[in-house]
Every structure is written in C-alpha cells, then in structure tokens.
C-alpha cells in the first residue's frame, strides 16, 4: 500500500499506474459494449433484455468485492500487529465504490425484473437482501462521518465493516437456502446456463468490472489519504495559528506601556 498511497511530489491522485488501469479499463469496457450490443444474439426468451447480463451480474459480483476487502482491511486495522491508518483508508474507499456498484446491481435488476415479471420491484429474498447491504453500507459511510475523533473512528467504522460484511454471503445464497424469483447461479454450476458469445460477452464484462473497480479504488484511496493529511496537518495548522495570534497578542500589551514611556509629553503653554 507504500506505493499507492505515497503522494508526495504530486499534484493529483493520478500516475502512471492509473493510466494503465484507466485504458485498460475502456479497452474492456468497449469490448464488452461490442460484444453486448452487436456480436451477441438476442435470447431466445428475453430477447434484446438478455443484454442486461452484461452488466448486472459483474456489478453484484464487484459489489460483493468492495464490501469485502471493507471487511478484510477492518480485521486489518482491528487486529494490534497490523493496525494501520492505511487499513482504515482501505476500508473506507472500498466500502464507497462498493455501494456505488451496488445502486447500479439494483437499478439494472430492477429493470430486468420489469421485463421479466411485469414489476419494477418485488421483495424477493435476493432483492431484499441486496437492498438492506446497500442500507447497511449506506450507514456505515453516514457512521464514518459522524465521529469527529480519528481513532474512534477508525476502531468503530472497523468494528462496524466486519459485522456488515456478513450480509454479503447470505445475500449470495439467498436463490439457494429460498425460494426466490431471482435467477441461481449462471456460471458456478457443472452446467453453465450461458454459451458461446453470451459468454464470452460475460466474462468481458467482469474483467471491464473488475480493472474499473480497481482504478477507482486507487484514486479513491488516494483522496482518502488527502483527507486525513489534511484533517491530521490542518488541525496542527490551526493550533500553530491560534499559538501564534496568542503570542501576538501578548507581545502588543507588554509593548504599549513601553510606547507610552518613551513618548515625551507634550509642554506646557506659558
């Protein structure tokens, strides 16, 4: 973590990594729109709504990522022989990326859901499940911000990340432990339900997830470290001000009586 997130010397959050994971990003990415949109059939069943696979299941997938390396840079940060701020940081980037990927799961299952059940939303296991992470995670950045004090902070979110991860594996077993309308498994099954250019197009899609993922956890880390630099050396900032208006101040009080001595007093009219 020394190397992403030293920033000394520069001036934004970007270098030469970024650069290499940004357009290697949009190279997936565009391979994955082409692929969706043109190379792929339609589905027999779902039709032209098929395509959304090309987007929801990697965005559920990288959901689940964020929220646990939330999880595992908190037991990180909890247990003493690794307890660092940088820990922390992690968590708190991954754990905002992750809720970000997380609206995009339930914006786009929500519109598959309109065109395969007739409704925008149903509380199905799965979809209610996923709903309550999003609430959850959702609460833990609200928590984050709540705590002025750093250490407490960092030792409560951490606490708070371990204990909110444990929703992701039962939010990923819902269609298996329920009855539920949401789709099984596609891919993790001796029997895939996908082939051909829809799988390739699905495994482009979770390689474009996953390079956009970690681009934006780099910068996302990277402004996190900012922000604690700033909130650490803008606090010392404030104390040397106020030591140094304090000091100020007192030079000026003992300066005036000495001011007032050395002035001659003006003579007297005969």
Request: aromatic residues 10%; charged residues 15%.
């Amino acid at each position: 973590m020394g190397s992403v997130g030293d920033l000394r010397g520069r001036r934004g959050t970007g270098d030469r990594v970024t650069r290499i994971l940004g357009w290697s990003t949009l190279v997936a990415v565009v391979a994955t729109a082409w692929v969706g949109l043109v190379v792929s059939p339609p589905d027999v069943v779902q039709g032209d709504l098929v395509r959304l696979i090309y987007v929801h299941p990697a965005a559920a997938t990288t959901c689940y990522v964020g929220f646990g390396l939330c999880a595992l840079a908190s037991l990180a940060y909890l247990w003493p022989r690794t307890r660092s701020w940088r820990w922390d940081q992690l968590a708190a980037a991954s754990a905002e990326i992750g809720v970000v990927f997380c609206v995009i799961t339930i914006v786009t299952g929500s519109i598959w859901g309109r065109g395969s059940w007739g409704v925008w939303w149903t509380w199905d296991a799965r979809l209610t499940l996923t709903a309550l992470l999003l609430a959850v995670f959702i609460g833990y950045l609200a928590l984050r911000r709540a705590i002025a004090d750093r250490r407490s902070r960092a030792m409560v979110s951490a606490v708070f990340g371990v204990v909110a991860a444990l929703l992701v594996p039962i939010d990923h077993e819902a269609t298996n432990w329920w009855q539920t309308l949401h789709q099984g498994n596609t891919l993790l099954r001796a029997n895939p339900l996908i082939h051909g250019w829809q799988l390739v197009g699905m495994l482009l899609s979770f390689a474009a997830f996953g390079l956009l993922f970690s681009w934006l956890l780099v910068h996302r880390f990277r402004v996190e470290v900012l922000e604690d630099r700033y909130e650490v050396e803008g606090f010392a900032t404030a104390i040397a001000e106020r030591r140094a208006e304090a000091g100020a101040g007192a030079g000026l009080e003992l300066a005036e009586p000495v001011v007032a001595a050395a002035t001659p007093e003006p003579a007297s009219q005969s």
